[in-house]
């Protein structure tokens, strides 16, 4: 098992800056994907940028160039650096985790942080 504890979402113009973080209760060499995924009122959750291990990275496609996903192996710690932020951008964004257990995996959330941009 893994608890994720989020921080970083708040209010912000368009084309502002926020960083994201979420720091895993265990190693992070230990967990198969981490990334984050959002959801904006209405609407389903969509992925937004994903680490996994020996794929790389993924990102949705309304924010590459803009998002950058990053991590700090020693503070067990993954980054989502949003830049040029713009209002389709405002959702609850979670934390996401899946580990492997057997032959499947288990998948793990934050409790979501408020991203909202507008003037």
């Known amino acids: 098992q893994v608890q994720l504890v989020e921080s970083g979402g708040g209010l912000v113009q368009p084309g502002g800056s926020l960083r994201l973080s979420c720091t895993a209760s265990r190693s992070i060499f230990s967990i198969y994907a981490m990334g984050w995924y959002r959801q904006a009122p209405g609407k389903e959750r969509e992925l937004v940028a994903r680490?996994?291990?020996?794929?790389?990275?993924d990102y949705a496609d309304s924010v590459k160039g803009r998002f950058t996903i990053s991590v700090d192996n020693a503070k067990n710690t993954v980054y989502l650096q949003m830049n040029s932020l713009k209002p389709e951008d405002t959702a609850v964004y979670y934390c996401?985790?899946?580990?492997?257990?057997?032959?499947?995996?288990?998948?793990?959330w934050g409790q979501g942080t408020q991203v909202t941009v507008s003037s």
């Open positions: 680490l996994t291990s020996g794929s790389g990275t």
């Open positions: 996401y985790a899946a580990i492997v257990r057997a032959a499947t995996l288990d998948d793990y």
